[in-house]
C-alpha cells in the first residue's frame, strides 16, 4: 500500500475507502503514555528532588522533547490520581485556576426562585456553592491523603504577573474563596475541575495537607523571575542519545531498531540533526517509522519524499 491509497486527488468518490488504524498515540480516548515514556538522564533524580522537598519541578526544552509527558508516567507511577491540567496562555489568571464563580447564573437562579415564591410554589434553596467550581490549582490543593499531580503547561506564555502571583499560594499551599466568607456559610460542597466529584469546603477556606506534585513546563520564551526559579527544582531536557531514542522508538512501535539497516539510519540522522542545534521533535520520527513501517511501505524516492514531508525543521514555517 502506498501514501496515495486514500485521497486521489481525482474527485471520484469512494466513501467506503477505508483508512488505515491511526497509529497507538493518535487513538481516541487517548491512550496514556505512562508506560512508554523513557526518561532521559537525571530526570528521575529531578523528580525524585521535587518530590522529597515538595517542590514545582520546572522542566525547561524545545518542542516535542516530552516535557508535557513526564506528569504522566510519576502519576501512574505513584498513584497520584488523574493529572489535573492547568494550560497557560496569556489570557490564564491564578484566580481562575483556583476557582470561578457563576455570577450571572447565580443571579438568573435567583429570579427564577423569586417568580416560583411569587407564585406559591417551593422556592428552593440559594446555594451559592452550586455557582462556584474549582480550577485546576484550587483542585490540587484540596486537602488529601495523597499529593495530587498538577501540570501548568507552559508558564512561558503567562502574562508577567502570574509567576509572581503563584508565588504566594505555592508557598502557603492555601487559598480563600470570598463568595464564601462573605456569606458565612459554614460549610460548602463545592464541584472539582473536570470531575462530578464535589468537595467539602469549610469556612471557605482551602488549605492542602500533602503538597501537590506540580509539574511545570516551559519553551523558555519568557525569562521566569528569580524568586519564582529558587521556589523550584529545574531541569532541562537533554539533547537525546542514540540509546534513548531507540528504547523510545522501542515503547512506541514495538519495533527493534538494530544497529544498521534503513532504520537504525533514520534515528542516527535524527539524533545528529538534533545534535548539530536542528529543531526536529521525537514525535515527527514516530509518525515517520509509523508511516514507513506500516501504512506507506514505500521505497526509493517515494520514501524519500515521505521523510521530506514529515521531518522538517521545526524552526521554518
Ligand atoms: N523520552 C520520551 N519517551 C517516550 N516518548 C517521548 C519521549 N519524549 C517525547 N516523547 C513523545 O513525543 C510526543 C511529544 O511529547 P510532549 O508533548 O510531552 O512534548 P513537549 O516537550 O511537551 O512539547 P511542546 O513543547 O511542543 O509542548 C509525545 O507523544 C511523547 O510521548
Ligand atoms: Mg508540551
Avoid at 210 to 220: K, L
Wanted: hydrophobic share 40%; charged share 25%.
Amino acid at each position: 500500500m502506498t501514501q496515495d491509497a486514500y485521497y486521489r486527488g481525482d474527485g471520484v468518490p469512494r466513501g467506503d475507502t477505508a483508512l488505515p488504524e491511526p497509529p497507538p498515540w493518535r487513538t481516541f480516548p487517548r491512550n496514556s503514555a505512562a508506560g512508554v515514556f523513557r526518561p532521559p538522564a537525571g530526570l528521575t533524580e529531578a523528580v525524585n528532588a521535587a518530590l522529597a522537598l515538595r517542590r514545582p519541578l520546572l522542566i525547561t526544552g524545545g518542542p516535542g522533547t516530552g516535557k508535557s509527558t513526564v506528569i504522566e508516567q510519576v502519576a501512574a507511577e505513584l498513584g497520584l490520581g488523574p493529572v489535573l491540567l492547568w494550560h497557560i496562555t496569556s489570557r490564564s489568571s491564578l484566580a481562575d485556576a483556583l476557582y470561578r464563580y457563576d455570577a450571572l447564573g447565580r443571579i438568573h437562579a435567583h429570579r427564577i426562585q423569586q417568580e416560583k415564591a411569587q407564585a406559591g410554589g417551593d422556592a428552593g434553596v440559594d446555594d451559592v456553592a452550586a455557582f462556584l467550581t474549582l480550577g485546576p490549582l484550587g483542585t490540587a490543593l484540596l486537602p488529601s491523603k495523597r499529593p495530587r499531580a498538577l501540570l501548568i503547561d507552559e508558564i512561558d506564555k503567562a502574562d508577567l504577573d502570574l509567576p509572581g502571583d503563584l508565588l504566594d499560594v505555592l508557598e502557603r499551599g492555601e487559598f480563600r474563596i470570598t463568595e464564601l466568607m462573605r456569606e458565612e456559610q459554614h460549610t460548602a460542597r463545592v464541584r472539582t475541575w473536570e470531575s462530578d466529584v464535589r468537595h467539602a469546603v469549610e469556612d471557605g477556606h482551602v488549605q492542602c495537607t500533602e503538597f501537590p506534585f506540580i509539574v511545570m513546563t516551559s519553551n523558555g520564551e519568557q525569562e521566569l523571575p528569580a524568586p519564582f526559579l529558587r521556589r523550584c527544582v529545574r531541569y532541562t531536557m537533554p539533547k537525546p542519545t542514540a540509546a534513548l531514542i531507540r528504547d523510545v522508538v522501542h515503547g512506541h512501535l514495538g519495533l527493534e531498531v538494530g544497529e544498521s539497516g534503513p532504520t537504525a539510519e533514520l534515528v542516527d540522522e535524527f539524533v545528529r540533526r538534533v545534535a548539530s542545534g536542528e529543531s526536529v521533535a521525537v514525535d515527527q520520527l514516530l509518525g515517520t517509522l509509523h508511516l514507513l513501517n506500516g501504512p506507506a511501505r514505500s521505497q526509493g524516492t517515494e520514501r524519500e519524499r515521505l521523510i521530506a514531508l514529515l521531518m522538517k525543521d521545526l524552526s521554518g514555517a
